[in-house]
């Protein structure tokens, strides 16, 4: 077995001469009992490898072709295997649980792909590792470079490239392919090549009913809102889009000034409201209304009407700012994606 540069993280592999690549397997030290995805037979020395790391715990599967070892995995170290609901039933063998799209276990997610070869294959992203383990939905052939399986093996390779957008929002940093060269950098270029190229121009659309809407609050739900990420899965890097469905009589931020990021909002329904130090201005669908940065962009968006009100928020996405939250005199800090706030305070707090 081989360690990755990735904490946790070991892989086993076999060449494959009738397809030139190999197929491989990958383990996770996990601190709820060790995780193995799509795992190959083990030789003697494997065994031994994984025994001394802790044994198997649980055994993911992304598609029923990929159930390799599993069973006997599952005799020697007393694992048990789980896979999507829809796949669970294609298997050669009982699974021992199931699972929809979502948190399998903690920090590890089922992301669904549709139009792949079978009609439950997922991808499993870590985001806490920036990781994504994906059995055959994508092929690391040639070396470095990401491609599909041939075009009559997929129920639909245009739907697939736009299923995988879920991944590609995530933003991995490593891609874990169960058949070819893992990728260890340059995933979003790559990414966004094969789905681009397969996709066509529609991977760069979306529209909100196609959004994953999540529900944020505050904990007393003064600060409640739905939110969606537009930007991330149809490849902007640039700047950052939200969507937002803010309730009646809840807020959806504090008040604060960006010092690098200018921002921009568009109301598409409803009446909200937006705070500033120069006073509350009622907004209309089809307004747009403009923060530049410092002092004079203040804001607080909040819904004080008695209907839920829908708007898409536009900002610059930059490496380095700082923001100030005037209300409660706190300062947040950003450097390269480092997050921090003075004396470690919750966003919330004074608010």
């Known amino acids: 077995m081989q360690a990755l540069a990735i904490p946790g993280f070991y892989a086993w592999s ?15 030290v996990h601190e709820r009992g060790n ?6 037979p083990l030789d003697a020395s494997e065994e031994a490898e994984i025994e001394a790391l802790g044994g198997v715990a649980l055994i993911l599967l ?37 699972f929809e799209q979502g948190e399998v ?16 294959e997922v991808a499993f992203v870590l985001p806490d590792s920036g990781v994504a383990v994906l059995g055959d939905a994508v092929l690391g052939d040639p070396a470095g470079a990401l491609t599909f399986l041939p075009d009559a093996k997929l129920a639909d390779p245009r739907k697939l490239a736009l299923s995988l ?9 490593a891609l874990l392919l169960g058949d070819g060269a893992s990728l260890f950098a340059g995933v979003d270029a790559a990414m966004s090549e094969l789905l681009e190229t397969r996709g066509g121009p529609a991977v760069n659309r979306i529209n909100l009913d196609e959004l994953d809407w999540e529900w944020s609050d505050d904990g ?23 969507g937002v469905r803010l309730p009646a009589g809840t807020r959806f931020c504090p008040m604060h000034a960006h010092d690098r990021e200018e921002e921009v909002f568009f109301v598409l329904d409803g009446a909200p409201s937006v705070r500033s130090l120069r006073g509350t201005v009622r907004l209309r669908a089809g307004d747009v209304i403009a923060f530049p940065v410092g002092d004079r962009g203040a804001h607080q968006l909040l819904n004080e009407s008695d209907a839920p009100a829908t708007l898409i928020l536009l900002g610059m996405d930059e490496e380095d700012e ?12 950003s450097r390269r994606n480092l997050r921090m706030r003075v004396d470690r305070l919750d966003y919330y707090d004074g608010e």
């Open 14 to 28: 076999r060449w494959q001469p009738d397809r030139n690549m190999s197929f491989a397997s990958h383990l996770l």
């Open 220 to 242: 007393d739900q003064r600060y409640r809102c739905e939110i969606a990420e537009i930007g991330l899965p149809v490849g902007a890097r640039k700047l950052g889009y939200r």
């Open 35 to 40: 995780v193995a995805f799509d795992p190959l």
């Open 62 to 98: 992304t598609n029923r072709d990929h159930e390799r070892g599993a069973a006997a995995l599952r005799e020697r170290f007393g694992a048990r295997i789980l896979a999507s609901r829809a796949e669970a039933g294609l298997f050669g063998l009982p699974v021992d649980d199931v």
């Open 165 to 173: 957008r879920r991944v590609w929002a995530l933003q991995p940093r």
């Open 322 to 333: 700082v923001v100030y939250y005037p209300d409660s005199q706190k300062v947040g800090l």
């Open 105 to 120: 276990l903690p920090g590890i997610v089922a992301v669904a792909l549709d139009g792949a070869k079978t009609p439950g």
